[in-house]
């Protein structure tokens, strides 16, 4: 199997890198690590990138890189891919910081990058911004997101969660969720979601975006699926941007998360959430609506 632990990053296209920049840099608080004309990454501490903006007429979602484990290496798994049926091309310094990587489209046309090894260049954790933990998730728009659920196991994705039939949540370690699908008419990013490290970083982080004149979408509330403390925004490309803390913790051997106390069963296993118990468990509404 073409098995995956984590996802290392995310790539959008923007018209304007410089005012992304402005933003991943100078709000969220991440580095810059490398920047031309054409493209930019940005890091959250160590790695060498976690986010990759590529000049382009169009704003949102180019897709995303996920990181082999290690008794894989990116050749064996493009070789694998196509063994598969899968349309899998090998490509060597294509990405910096990354010295190989499998690139193919997924069910949808994002663009997806399967690699080994990455460079460790970021300086660290910034001393200003919201300074997020990792990209935590990333949440996508599908055609069909039963088929899209089905497709990720291949890499060793487990699903943990549904919203009704339209919204399936999916790890590919021990957080609630990795990758989402949401079936949509169209194409886009749903979300890109950041992790910090508990409330009172969370609470902060909506005092920094309001200085910074950036409103709060939807917030705080504990959602249902994931149980994760969440609140929502927009970068200036318009993409939506999740901050979050104290998600589920999966635990794949038994089937089910780790308990706490604002669990509603004992065990905690994946289940079928309806859309309005899952939004908000404290009954808090909001004008903007997140599905």
Same mark, same amino acid.
């Given at each position: 199997m073409v098995q995956v632990f984590r996802l290392a990053y995310v790539h959008f296209g923007t018209p304007e890198i410089a005012r992304m920049l402005r933003y991943y840099q100078g709000v969220v608080g991440l580095s810059v690590v490398e920047q031309d004309d054409e493209r930019a990454y940005v890091s959250t501490s160590i790695d060498h990138h976690n986010i990759m903006l590529s000049t382009s007429d169009e704003s949102g979602l180019i897709g995303?890189?996920? !990181?082999? *484990?290690? &008794?894989?290496?990116?050749?064996?798994?493009? +070789?694998?891919?196509?063994? &598969?049926?899968? %349309?899998?091309?090998? %490509?060597?310094?294509?990405?910096?910081?990354?010295?190989?990587?499998?690139?193919f489209h997924d069910l949808d046309g994002y663009v997806v990058h399967l690699f080994s090894e990455m460079s460790v260049a970021a300086p660290g954790f910034q001393a200003h911004g919201v $300074? =997020?933990?990792?990209?935590?998730?990333l949440s996508v728009r599908v055609k069909d997101a039963k088929q899209s659920?089905?497709?990720?196991? +291949? @890499?060793?994705f487990t699903n943990t969660d549904w919203i009704? #039939?339209?919204?399936? @949540? *999916?790890?590919? &370690?021990?957080?609630h969720h990795v990758l989402n699908f949401a079936t949509s008419d169209h194409k886009a990013m749903h979300h890109l979601a950041f992790e910090l490290r508990d409330y009172? +970083?969370?609470?902060?982080? *909506? #005092?920094?975006?309001? %200085?910074? #004149?950036?409103?709060?979408? /939807?917030? =705080?509330?504990?959602?249902?699926?994931?149980h &994760?403390?969440?609140?929502?925004?927009?970068?200036?490309d318009g993409n939506m941007i999740e901050l979050f803390t104290d998600?589920?913790?999966?635990?794949?051997?038994?089937?089910?998360?780790?308990?706490? =106390? /604002?669990?509603?069963? @004992?065990? +905690?296993?994946?289940?079928? /959430?309806?859309?309005?118990?899952? *939004?908000? $468990? /404290?009954?808090?509404? @909001?004008? !903007?609506?997140?599905?």
């Open positions: 995303f890189g996920l !990181q082999l *484990m290690p &008794n894989i290496s990116a050749r064996e798994a493009a +070789q694998e891919l196509n063994r &598969n049926g899968i %349309k899998a091309s090998l %490509k060597t310094n294509a990405v910096s910081g990354i010295p190989e990587l499998v690139e $300074r =997020p933990n990792k990209v935590g998730h659920v089905e497709y990720y196991k +291949q @890499f060793g009704e #039939d339209f919204f399936g @949540f *999916m790890t590919c &370690n021990r957080d009172t +970083q969370l609470i902060s982080a *909506m #005092d920094h975006l309001g %200085k910074n #004149d950036i409103p709060i979408l /939807w917030g =705080p509330s504990r959602h249902g699926a994931g &994760n403390i969440a609140t929502y925004h927009r970068d200036p998600a589920d913790i999966y635990i794949p051997e038994l089937g089910m998360f780790e308990p706490r =106390p /604002w669990h509603e069963n @004992f065990p +905690q296993k994946p289940r079928v /959430w309806g859309t309005e118990e899952c *939004m908000t $468990r /404290w009954g808090t509404s @909001f004008e !903007q609506s997140l599905v």
